[in-house]
């Protein structure tokens, strides 16, 4: 270990600001791991590596915190999240001090490096302030987390999680008292108490305060029944038929938290249990067979799960990000291969089966009083069945922070909210969690695929009904990687100067929206109706062809994503082949004439 007299080593690297800086950390930071790894740096002469991380800190904002774990304002470590957690603790008591005080907050972790730690001295920084906090004894996934919130009707909570980052990152998200992701102006707000309670306490990192204060209390068992139980309002039809099923499913956790979760949540909907990936069962913060722990990915992340299944005869693979609030979802192919659906896919098929569950079970709801969500990005697929089903549809800015916070709004009005989702494997089944659930939307998921299969069908069967009744959607999405943020800002910056683009390559572009600005060609004042968020690259372009194309920066992660989707209506002449080489076209396209990957350097997905 370090012996902690080495921090008052005399530090010179030939600047004097630099100098002060690596000081200054030393003098704060008891935690003996990080001081040993600045010290470290500063012997290997590491002087610019050490410069970005002390001189540069995170920004909170929406998404709360996401960085790579190590030393220094920019990283997540024991000094940040406990300068972060004692700026929320005070603006809470400013913002919704009896709720707060009454309440309190609850606090979850991952199975990442750090996460339960990281939990910890976050606890304490409330408890300090006088907030109880319902602090979880062992991992969860994020949805019950997001779920306690709202059970236990608590000011707020945090979840440290990176969700489906690499293993060196890590994370803090929060929640609101209304269980939903935090908006503006409360980041803002969040963001600015932390840079006014910098000076750390000097009882912060006490972490035995977590065994002697009466603030401190464990939901993890409480919180574990009543989300199942809640779960069970879930379950449509004879549970025996769900037993008897044909189907064999295969399941992965990608090495997080989700297994034991997952087999309560098939228990209570009566399935039969999961085949296990028995490589990746079990949480691993080191993600040890899989390049990134993200489902989306693909049949690169998803490959042990296919051997898994092709050696015990499953017909359906269905996957968790490590943190669970992702699903995926692979089914094997009448020629015997797999075909991975796409988030888009997906969420049509879930958006069906909560439309068919709700009505089944409440036939007399209007289905005027009944509407679903999706992000901007995400296929019109639920938008054109409400249009011909009569209820309502409504698009958000991307993330479930809006999409939960608009859902709530119209719960409080009166409305029903039966489905919400993005096209990044995020589902939002029903109102339990208000957030994106992977561990309630698998079981609806499976239950359904195990109806269809006990009818001698399949879930790609299934898919083509749909398209066969509101018309095809097809999709094609994916993202470049960038780990330089001013040429992110000079390829956008590109597309806006001197006007924005009037056409890409052969098409021609008919109407364009920019998220980062508010403008929206498409309506007379050029207006979106969308919020304005210019923290976030997003540029929209409609094109003469009727294919839509966005370009978008990540929040969480260094890359443009593109989305692209063409539609075309029941009964239509162009087969979906026909129509999946047209938006191709229109993609490659998009991307050499718009983003230029070689001239600014871009790396593809790979797998």
Same mark, same amino acid.
């Given at each position: 270990?370090?012996?902690?007299?080495?921090?008052?080593?005399?530090?010179? #690297? @030939?600047?004097?600001?630099?100098?002060?800086?690596?000081?200054?950390?030393?003098?704060?930071?008891? $935690?003996?791991?990080?001081?040993?790894?600045?010290?470290?740096?500063?012997?290997?002469?590491?002087?610019?590596?050490?410069?970005?991380?002390?001189?540069?800190?995170?920004?909170?904002?929406?998404?709360?915190?996401?960085? &790579?774990?190590?030393?220094?304002?920019?990283?997540?470590?024991?000094? #940040?999240? =406990?300068? #972060?957690?004692?700026?929320?603790?005070?603006?809470?008591?400013?913002?919704?001090?009896? %709720?707060?005080?009454?309440?309190?907050?609850?606090?979850?972790?991952?199975?990442?490096?750090?996460?339960?730690?990281?939990?910890?001295?976050?606890?304490?920084?409330?408890?300090?302030?006088?907030?109880?906090?319902?602090?979880?004894?062992?991992?969860?996934?994020?949805?019950?987390?997001?779920?306690? +919130? &709202?059970?236990?009707?608590?000011?707020?909570?945090?979840?440290?999680?990176?969700?489906?980052?690499?293993?060196?990152?890590?994370?803090?998200?929060?929640?609101?008292? $209304?269980?939903?992701?935090? =908006?503006?102006?409360?980041?803002?707000? =969040?963001?600015?108490?932390?840079?006014?309670?910098?000076?750390?306490?000097?009882?912060?990192?006490?972490?035995?305060?977590?065994?002697?204060?009466? %603030?401190?209390?464990?939901?993890?068992?409480?919180?574990?029944?009543?989300?199942?139980?809640?779960?069970?309002?879930?379950?449509?039809?004879?549970? $025996?038929?769900?037993?008897?099923?044909?189907?064999?499913?295969?399941?992965?956790?990608?090495? @997080?938290?989700?297994?034991?979760?997952?087999?309560?949540?098939?228990?209570?909907?009566? %399935?039969?249990?999961?085949?296990?990936?028995?490589?990746?069962?079990?949480?691993?913060?080191?993600?040890?067979?899989?390049?990134?722990?993200?489902?989306?990915?693909?049949?690169?992340?998803?490959?042990?799960?296919?051997?898994?299944?092709?050696?015990?005869?499953?017909?359906?693979?269905?996957?968790?990000?490590?943190?669970?609030?992702?699903?995926?979802?692979?089914?094997?192919?009448?020629?015997?291969?797999?075909?991975?659906? $796409?988030?888009?896919?997906? @969420?049509?098929?879930?958006?069906?089966?909560?439309?068919?569950?709700?009505?089944?079970?409440?036939?007399?709801?209007?289905?005027?009083?009944?509407?679903?969500?999706?992000?901007?990005?995400?296929? *019109?697929?639920?938008?054109?069945?409400?249009?011909?089903?009569?209820?309502?549809?409504?698009?958000?800015?991307? @993330?479930?922070?809006?999409?939960?916070?608009?859902?709530?709004?119209?719960?409080?009005?009166?409305?029903?909210?039966?489905?919400?989702?993005?096209?990044?494997?995020?589902?939002?089944?029903?109102?339990?969690?208000?957030?994106?659930?992977?561990?309630?939307?698998?079981?609806?998921?499976?239950?359904?695929?195990?109806?269809?299969?006990?009818?001698?069908?399949?879930?790609?069967?299934?898919?083509?009904?749909?398209?066969? *009744?509101?018309?095809?959607?097809?999709?094609?999405?994916?993202?470049?990687?960038?780990?330089?943020?001013?040429?992110?800002?000079?390829?956008?910056?590109?597309?806006?100067?001197?006007?924005?683009?009037?056409?890409?390559?052969?098409? *021609?572009? +008919?109407?364009?929206?920019? +998220?980062?600005?508010?403008?929206?060609?498409?309506?007379?004042?050029?207006?979106? +109706?969308?919020?304005?968020?210019?923290?976030?690259?997003?540029?929209?372009?409609?094109?003469?062809?009727?294919?839509?194309?966005?370009?978008?920066?990540?929040?969480?992660?260094?890359?443009?994503?593109?989305?692209?989707?063409?539609?075309?209506?029941?009964?239509?002449?162009?087969?979906?082949?026909?129509?999946?080489?047209?938006?191709?076209?229109?993609?490659?396209?998009?991307?050499?004439?718009?983003?230029?990957?070689?001239?600014?350097?871009?790396?593809?997905?790979?797998?």
């Amino acid at each position: 270990m370090q012996d902690l007299s080495a921090k008052e080593a005399d530090i010179k #690297t @030939g600047s004097n600001k630099l100098d002060e800086e690596i000081q200054s950390w030393l003098s704060i930071d008891r $935690n003996e791991n990080t001081c040993a790894e600045i010290l470290k740096m500063v012997n290997e002469r590491k002087y610019s590596e050490l410069e970005a991380m002390l001189t540069n800190r995170m920004a909170f904002g929406t998404a709360g915190l996401r960085a &790579r774990m190590g030393p220094g304002y920019a990283c997540m470590n024991d000094v #940040t999240v =406990i300068q #972060t957690s004692q700026g929320f603790g005070k603006y809470l008591l400013e913002a919704q001090e009896s %709720l707060a005080k009454e309440n309190g907050i609850a606090i979850g972790f991952d199975a990442r490096h750090n996460s339960a730690r990281f939990a910890k001295l976050a606890a304490v920084a409330m408890i300090r302030l006088g907030i109880p906090v319902h602090l979880f004894s062992d991992y969860t996934p994020t949805p019950l987390l997001a779920y306690s +919130v &709202r059970k236990y009707k608590t000011a707020a909570g945090i979840m440290i999680t990176a969700s489906h980052n690499p293993k060196d990152d890590n994370g803090y998200k929060v929640f609101w008292s $209304n269980g939903a992701q935090i =908006i503006p102006p409360h980041d803002r707000n =969040i963001a600015q108490h932390i840079l006014e309670n910098l000076e750390i306490h000097p009882e912060a990192w006490n972490l035995d305060l977590l065994g002697t204060s009466k %603030l401190r209390s464990d939901p993890y068992a409480d919180i574990f029944s009543s989300y199942y139980k809640d779960l069970e309002s879930y379950v449509v039809g004879d549970k $025996n038929c769900l037993a008897s099923s044909k189907l064999k499913l295969t399941y992965t956790p990608m090495h @997080g938290v989700g297994q034991k979760f997952m087999k309560q949540s098939f228990d209570v909907f009566g %399935l039969n249990q999961f085949v296990s990936v028995l490589e990746q069962c079990d949480p691993d913060p080191d993600f040890p067979t899989v390049i990134f722990p993200n489902p989306e990915e693909g049949k690169s992340a998803l490959d042990l799960a296919m051997k898994a299944a092709d050696a015990n005869g499953s017909d359906v693979i269905i996957a968790n990000d490590p943190d669970a609030d992702r699903l995926a979802c692979a089914e094997r192919s009448e020629s015997g291969s797999w075909c991975v659906f $796409n988030g888009n896919e997906l @969420g049509s098929m879930l958006g069906t089966i909560a439309y068919e569950n709700f009505k089944s079970t409440n036939p007399t709801i209007p289905n005027e009083k009944l509407y679903m969500v999706a992000s901007t990005v995400s296929s *019109k697929f639920l938008k054109s069945m409400s249009q011909r089903e009569g209820f309502l549809f409504e698009e958000c800015l991307t @993330g479930f922070k809006w999409m939960a916070n608009y859902a709530l709004r119209k719960m409080a009005e009166g409305y029903t909210c039966l489905f919400a989702y993005e096209e990044s494997i995020g589902y939002m089944y029903g109102t339990n969690v208000m957030d994106k659930d992977g561990i309630s939307a698998g079981p609806v998921l499976a239950a359904y695929a195990s109806k269809l299969y006990n009818e001698g069908s399949t879930l790609s069967q299934f898919l083509h009904s749909l398209y066969s *009744k509101y018309g095809y959607h097809i999709s094609n999405d994916s993202y470049y990687l960038c780990y330089d943020p001013p040429t992110i800002q000079t390829i956008f910056r590109a597309l806006r100067e001197n006007g924005y683009p009037t056409s890409c390559g052969k098409y *021609k572009v +008919v109407n364009i929206r920019d +998220v980062t600005t508010g403008y929206d060609s498409s309506f007379e004042d050029k207006k979106s +109706v969308l919020p304005t968020d210019p923290s976030c690259q997003m540029l929209t372009f409609s094109f003469d062809n009727g294919c839509v194309g966005t370009l978008r920066t990540s929040g969480t992660e260094p890359k443009i994503k593109y989305y692209t989707e063409i539609i075309s209506p029941p009964q239509s002449e162009l087969s979906k082949d026909e129509l999946a080489k047209q938006l191709l076209d229109l993609k490659n396209t998009l991307i050499e004439t718009f983003l230029q990957p070689e001239k600014y350097g871009l790396k593809a997905k790979t797998g």
